[in-house]
């Protein structure tokens, strides 16, 4: 008996897993974007460049947005230049 409900629980699991799959791939096909949202946009990104090009800290350039932390910052600013080297997925480590 608990052979068979263990059976059916591990198909249901299965059904679950792809209507879930199905799910993501149509609203990646609508261009919805999964994951937390970006707390720098690419225009703030850009009025943040001179700041921290000019050696100041991390903290600075977080502190002139106030939405974002030390680590977005630094973390940001990280994700923008390995994209402007064009490495498809950077380590933020």
Do not use: D, W, Y
Request: hydrophobic residues 35%.
């Amino acid at each position: 008996m608990l052979t068979v409900l263990g059976g059916l629980a591990e198909f249901e699991r299965e059904l679950i897993h792809l209507r879930t799959g199905e799910g993501r791939k149509r609203a990646k096909e609508r261009g919805v974007r999964f994951g937390r949202p970006r707390k720098l946009t690419r225009a703030n990104h850009r009025l943040a460049q001179p700041v921290t090009r000019a050696a100041h800290s991390s903290s600075r350039v977080a502190a002139s947005f106030r939405r974002i932390g030390f680590e977005t910052s630094g973390k940001t600013e990280r994700r923008f230049a390995a994209q402007r080297a064009g490495v498809a997925r950077p380590n933020l480590a």
